[in-house]
Nanobody
Framework: QVQLVESGGGLAQTGDSLRLSCAASGRSSYTMGWFRQAPGKERQSVAAISWGGDSTYYADSVKGRFTVSRDNAKNTVSLQMNSLKPEDTAVYYC????????????????????????WGQGTQVTVSS
């Protein structure tokens, strides 16, 4: 399994931007995903990116505001979060799977946590109004 370490979380105000990064050890041929989990809620998918970086997925709630990218030479994946809202407050997790992105991007629900075998420790993002 790949080891993942997130960074970049913190406090923000409504409308601010934050950039999360995820450093991965080992090879880069994984589909990478970002999930978030708010207190008392299930972990939900936010974005995903294919191992080649040419295919992405976004949850409806973040489309147009968040951008996922990766640099395979550096084994990093990033999540640029713009126009933050209080409802974006959550612990954000980076995850990796060997499954192709086409296998996990379901029309109704998008990727599921169960699709991913490797997880980072999470980073807190708090957005105040």
């Amino acid at each position: 399994q790949v080891q993942l370490v997130e960074s970049g979380g913190g406090l923000a105000q409504t409308g601010d931007s934050l950039r999360l990064s995820c450093a991965a050890s080992g090879r880069s041929s994984y589909t990478m995903g970002w999930f978030r989990q708010a207190p008392g809620k299930e972990r939900q998918s936010v974005a995903a990116i294919s191992w080649g970086g040419d295919s992405t997925y976004y949850a409806d709630s973040v489309k147009g505001r968040f951008t996922v990218s990766r640099d395979n030479a550096k084994n990093t994946v990033s999540l640029q979060m713009n126009s933050l809202k209080p409802e974006d407050t959550a612990v954000y997790y980076c995850a990796a799977t060997i499954l192709p992105i086409t296998h996990i991007t379901r029309p109704a629900t998008g990727p599921r946590a169960a699709d991913f075998a490797s997880w980072g420790q999470g980073t807190q993002v708090t957005v105040s109004s």
